[in-house]
């Protein structure tokens, strides 16, 4: 087999930039080892920013998105029971889009399987070769039968346990790693969100958020010790820790019903750098990792492959290699705000096992300012609804 570009990963990453390469006439082979089904029932995030909104559009794929998606001019966050809302709209003049990470790979999916482009889910074994020259090969194993792809580019978009970043010499490679003492426990609940926008909260038992997937479909977390086992939670004891934790008209408000989904996931803070090596690139969460709190993953991936896609495409277009010379270093800038951001609000949102009555009153401090300072409530905004690419 050959191709121009193969991409590794059929997540978010990989479908946009194959989709964005498609639309440019570069041919790509997508290597997925998951099943379609199996990729497209993860629940993941749900919070686009404007520029990945527009990404979006400009693969083509935005219909379902506008139609489905709600638009959320701003957020609240609630401290110890005081609940204070940041309206993005009148501070920047900016929205967010609320629209299920699995409904964005699932529209993706589908205008590839639309466009023939090749993906192979199901491939295992698969392993990266002669990346340091001008002619990579990627290997594979498929029901049992061993292939290789010759291509021009390999685009690692799989994932943090990917294979990619693990097939790049360790001394070529620095990474940055932060692992927070605790995980998010949430639940998915076919019941109306408790609020029209997402409620962000902060409490001495721990953090929760009030998000949602739609009008009448919700999604809760409450922060848990990282070695919480899910089993030990029952619906009843989630929707009673999450009523504690908000303020009570919120906790009067809370629509509950039986979980349709229940997981606990990890937190951690993690940047691999550089981003290219010879002809492999890498993209999304396989070459950086954030806590969920700043709703930053998914639209860190989303912006990688858009600049990835843009510098491709000025190499076969202009055969310039300016785009791909610079891929790395224009991306990291952003991914590292990214992580400052995401890592600043866990930082005031989480009760840690460290933080004192000092830590404390500092986090409530940090609140207070937000509140009642217009910058700093601006800045939380631009954060927030995503800074420049
Ligand atoms: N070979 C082939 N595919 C692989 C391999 C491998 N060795 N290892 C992992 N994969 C696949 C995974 O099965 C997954 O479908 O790569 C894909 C990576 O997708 P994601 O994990 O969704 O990563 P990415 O596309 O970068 O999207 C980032 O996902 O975790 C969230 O918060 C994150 O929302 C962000 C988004
Ligand atoms: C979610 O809806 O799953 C979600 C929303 C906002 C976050 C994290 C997760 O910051």
Known sequence: ???????????????????????????????????????LGRIRAGVLEQGSVDLLDRAGVGTRMHAEGLVHDGVEFCFDGDRHRFDFC?????????????????DLMQARDGSGAKTIYGAEDVSLHDFDGTSPTVRFVKDGVAHEIACDFIAGCDGYHGVSRASVSEGALRTYERVYPFGWLGILVDRPPVSDELIYAHHARGFALCSMRSPSRSRYYVQVAADEKVD?????????????????????????????????????????????????????????????????GLNLALNDVGCLADALVEFYGEG?????????????????????????MTSILHTFPETDTF??????????????????SRSLAENYTGLPA
């Open 1 to 39: 087999m050959r191709t121009q570009v193969a991409i590794i990963g059929a997540g978010p990453a990989g479908l946009l930039l194959g989709r964005l390469l498609d639309q440019a006439g570069i041919e790509t082979i997508i290597l997925e080892r998951r099943s379609q089904d199996y990729v």
């Open 320 to 344: 310039s290699d300016t785009g791909i010379d610079h891929y790395s270093d224009r991306v990291l800038k952003r991914v590292w705000k990214a992580e400052r951001f995401s890592w600043w």
């Open 232 to 296: 030990a939670w029952s619906d009843d004891r989630f929707w009673d820790e999450l009523r504690r934790r908000v303020d009570s008209e919120t906790a009067e408000r809370l629509v509950t019903g039986p979980s349709i989904e229940k997981s606990i996931a990890p937190l951690r803070s993690f940047v691999a750098e550089p981003l290219r090596f010879g002809r492999l690139f890498l993209a999304g969460d396989a070459a950086h990792i954030v806590p969920p709190t700043g709703a930053k």
């Open 90 to 106: 009148a501070l920047i003049g900016r929205t967010v889009m609320v629209y299920g990470q699995t409904e964005v790979t699932r």
């Open 359 to 376: 830590g404390r009153r500092i986090q409530r401090a940090e609140f207070d300012y937000l509140v009642g300072s217009e910058a700093a």
